[in-house]
């Protein structure tokens, strides 16, 4: 092994999935020792890339050379034993298992489980010192907040003997304070040696944390930079072939009458859970109201229950002075006949029927409205008509009316969701995740999109796990944790730092946060 050789290189790999080419002659270098940033628009590739790496998929040409020798992946084993481990976006760890049992599964040491598991003990208690991973290794995985569980997943592979760590979008589930942690732990890996491949598409976390950047575009690899040589706008049109407006370009609200008054709101599931607890909210028109929280904190279900899909356990929702709960109105098809709008957070689950085709999609739950509904038989042509114009509008790919759900891409099926909920034109629009696995300039749109309804007197709600997100498009921001709110507070005066501790349920973050009642 030379001295100067890339920790890891791609020679013209090629990989496709029938007809569609997902990595076309990819060639990459990376050095040994430094943290690369992959980034590119949902579908650029990037994830097939490193499965192949990983070996979950095989290169239908090209090869992989590691610390500059050839070397043949044919499934994760061999990936490990060439020395790379992958934290994945969704952790591989059983909740019911303890913190050590986690990381020895499938290396237990022979037949005396008692011996493997002292000596991983110690191994253990080393790799915490020396990369400052510290966790306790008795500790039930279930029990641990994200962000050690994400230090296990780092562990396991470190004693699974990682010199080369590739990490899988891994602020998507974490605060901005448990990022930063995550940011200084990665930095002492690349002092002592490791070779980091990051995988994201936040470009904040690319210019903060690495040394080199790769650039992926449909497919195709498009740029290698230095990270001190480039900025977030330059990498942005890289990704896209264009210029992007990054940040939301706005006048300041002017909010008038409350539209709907949510009151001591509580939720319990069927599991005797609590799930929302005594929520208070207000939802203004002319007025974007952000929602800010780490994923499963309630956030969900206060979508659903505001959406109609869940009936709370008691509380009050009022729209326009009256009172919806226990009303004929509440629920999901007949709160879309008054003036609400749902964008789900599952697209997959709530937003579409992936079995029919776009058009078909394009008016579910609308179906009933007369330009589509014919008495015993549904308007093809207007459908399709329809689909047609929110396609072009939103820019849907492929630009196929007829075309199943299933067959686009997350993003497209995003764009489909948002297009037949906004072009209702509803009083009130309730948004899960408005740009979840949408490329960067479909964000632009999006976020356009909606500040033109709010400056037209709609009332907006947003959740969104991405802060930069909530921060910049809403106009106030309530921060969710276990279920309640922990505190409100004007965007224009939020911080990540406020707004990151809140949302690990801290009330006092901010003496201008106004706590919650």
């Known amino acids: 092994m030379s001295e100067q050789s890339p920790a890891l ?103 005396r489980l008692s011996a493997g598991l002292a000596s991983a003990r110690k191994e253990l ?38 010199e080369i760590l590739i990490l899988d979008e891994p602020t998507g589930v974490l605060t901005p304070q448990e990022a930063d942690h995550l ?28 040394d080199n950047v790769s650039v992926m575009r449909r497919g195709e690899m498009v740029a290698h930079v230095k990270t001190s040589e480039t900025s977030k706008a330059a990498l942005a049109e890289l990704m896209v072939g264009r210029s992007v407006l990054l940040q939301v370009e706005k006048e300041p609200a002017r909010p008038k009458d409350t539209l ?105 739950g609308y179906h009933d409205k007369p330009e589509y509904n014919r008495g015993l038989r549904l308007d093809r042509r207007a459908m399709v008509e329809t689909c047609q114009t929110y396609i072009e509008k939103y820019d849907v790919r492929p630009p196929d009316p007829y075309l199943k759900a299933s067959g686009f891409s997350g993003g497209n099926q995003q764009k489909l969701v948002l297009a037949r909920e906004m072009e209702q034109n509803p009083d009130v629009l309730l948004v899960g995740q408005p740009t979840r696995g949408v490329d960067i300039g479909a964000i632009e749109f999006i976020h356009k999109q909606l500040i033109k309804m709010r400056d037209a007197g709609k009332a907006i ?28 507070l004007a965007a224009s005066e939020a911080t990540e730092a406020q707004l990151g501790l809140m949302m690990a349920g801290v009330r006092d973050a901010s003496s201008g946060a106004k706590a919650a009642v």
Do not use: W
């Not at 990595?23 to 980034?39: A, Q």
């Not at 990369?131 to 780092?154: K, M, S």
């Not at 690349?190 to 070779?195: L, Y």
């Not at 959740?463 to 997100?469: L, P």
């Open 260 to 364: 709907v008054a949510v009151r001591n709101l509580t939720y319990i599931d069927a599991d005797d859970v609590p799930r929302l607890k005594d929520i208070n909210l207000d939802l203004k028109a002319g007025e974007i109201l952000g929602i800010a929280g780490v994923s499963g904190n309630g956030q969900s279900e206060l979508l659903e229950v505001l959406g109609g899909m869940l009936t709370p356990t008691s509380g009050s929702i009022r729209f326009e002075g009256k009172e919806l709960v226990g009303s004929k109105a509440f629920a999901a098809r007949n709160l879309r006949k008054i003036g609400f709008g749902h964008v789900p957070e599952d697209r997959h689950r709530s937003g579409l029927v992936l079995s029919f085709s776009a058009n078909e999609c394009t008016v579910l």
């Open 9 to 111: 290189e791609l020679r013209r790999i090629n990989k496709s999935f029938g007809p569609v080419h997902a990595n076309k002659d990819i060639s990459l270098s990376v050095d040994r020792g430094s943290i690369h940033g992959i980034v590119g628009e949902n579908g650029a590739g990037k994830s097939t890339l490193m499965s192949i790496v990983y070996g979950f998929y095989q290169a239908d040409s090209g090869d992989i050379c590691v610390n500059g020798q050839n070397c043949h992946i044919e499934n994760p084993q061999s990936s490990i034993e060439a020395g790379i481990g992958m934290v994945h976006q969704h952790f591989m760890l059983v909740d019911t298992f303890t913190v050590l049992e986690n990381i020895v599964l499938g290396v237990e040491g022979g037949y």
């Open 183 to 210: 940011f200084r732990i990665l930095d002492t890996l690349r002092d002592q040696g490791k070779t980091v491949i990051l995988i994201t598409h936040k470009l904040r976390e690319i210019m903060a944390i690495t």
């Open 125 to 162: 208690i080393r790799l915490e010192k020396e990369y400052a991973l510290e966790v306790n290794v008795d500790a039930t995985v279930g029990d641990l907040p994200v962000g050690l569980r994400q230090r296990v997943e780092i562990l396991k592979a470190l004693y699974r003997g990682a």
């Open 461 to 488: 709600l947003v959740v969104s796990v991405e802060i930069e997100e909530v921060m910049s498009l809403a106009d106030r921001i309530a921060v969710m944790f276990d279920g309640g709110i922990v505190g409100e």
